[in-house]
């Protein structure tokens, strides 16, 4: 649905158009015109592509959903599609905004978030002075909002890998620390997917070949960048700490395994030294030296007793029981 639309002239909020005054604002020189949309239906986009003469294809985009990142350029015009990162539950769940640029209007199709840009418009009307650079500046602004609400998501997942870590060497929870770890694999993939083709979408906003809707507004875009970089930054820590973290925790497994083999084969060591007794004096020969003895079966089993005891004491000392 529409969910706001405005004109502005001169950085200054002039009226709330409706779909059919639209066309009377952007024919005003030095005016433009801002809709945005939630969970648009194809026929209020069909609707918003003849009132701005939108390219077809990108309203196809915006109808099927879930676009990769991304800046298309139609003519003059732009269309910019970024991913909305919110916490549902345990998991990420991803939305998306689409945006498109033109020289006389914005219009900001948002869907499957329940994220809102109020608080963006209330910002740039409160700038006039940079708000009057155009529909330029509202790009940048919606861009910067996207790219400030990843950082929370981030801090989140450098506090669960923290906690992660804490219990890494506590015994018995190898199993539970991998599955943890590479749920957190995915989320972090999740929001990689999202930063890394965003920032080749903001190289192309600022230096070399800028659009031309975009040429005064450079140095903003580059800020954005900046900040982009630092969350990409923070991302590539996070997937290589994880990867640290999985290998430590399978090392871990490994010395859990060999100890418990050590045991088991330190006591099989024991019992063989009891069962190399009996064999030899359970043995079926007629004449053999002490089978007459009053004391012969009490010796013999304090004689494996004490051998036994004495192998035990050596594995013992050794570490390994």
């Excluded at 549902?88 to 498109?100: I, K, M, P, R, T």
């Excluded at 630092?230 to 430590?248: E, H, K, P, Q, Y």
């Excluded at 010395?255 to 190399?276: D, Y």
């Amino acid at each position: 649905m529409l969910i706001n639309s405005a004109a502005y002239q001169d950085g200054k909020r002039i009226a709330d158009p409706g779909i059919a005054e639209f066309d009377a604002y952007t024919a005003r020189p030095g005016c433009f015109v801002w809709a945005a949309l939630r969970d648009a239906t194809a026929d209020e986009l069909d609707q918003m592509r003849r009132a701005f003469d939108l390219h077809e294809l990108a309203v196809e985009d915006v109808k099927h959903g879930r676009q990769r990142p991304k800046l298309d350029e139609y003519g003059e015009n732009l269309f910019v599609v970024m991913q909305l990162i919110e916490r549902s539950g345990d998991e990420l769940a991803v939305g998306q905004v689409a945006v498109f640029v033109g020289a006389n209007y914005v219009v900001s199709a948002r869907s499957h978030s329940g994220q809102n840009f109020l608080g963006v418009r209330e910002r740039c009307e409160q700038e006039p002075h940079l708000l009057k650079q155009g529909p330029s500046f509202v790009l940048y602004a919606l861009m910067d909002a996207v790219v400030d609400r990843y950082f929370p998501i981030v801090e989140q997942l450098e506090t669960e890998l923290e906690r992660i870590e804490e219990r890494i060497f506590a015994k018995g929870a190898a199993r539970l620390n991998i599955e943890r770890l590479y749920a957190l694999k995915r989320k972090v993939g999740v929001l990689k997917h999202a930063v890394a083709p965003l920032l080749e979408v903001l190289s192309k906003l600022h230096g070399g070949r800028t659009p031309q809707v975009c040429v005064n507004t450079q140095e903003y875009f580059r800020d954005v960048a900046d900040h982009l970089e630092r969350i990409n930054a923070s991302i590539d820590t996070i997937r290589d700490t994880i990867g640290t973290a999985i290998a430590v925790n399978l090392s871990m497994v490994t010395i859990e395994e060999s100890e418990v083999t050590k045991r088991l084969a330190a006591w099989a060591g024991i019992f063989a030294v009891a069962t190399a007794f009996a064999g030899i004096w359970g043995m079926n020969f007629e004449v053999m030296p002490e089978l007459k003895l009053r004391w012969g079966y009490p010796a013999a089993l304090a004689i494996i007793a004490s051998a036994c005891g004495f192998v035990w004491w050596r594995f013992r000392r050794s570490g390994w029981l």
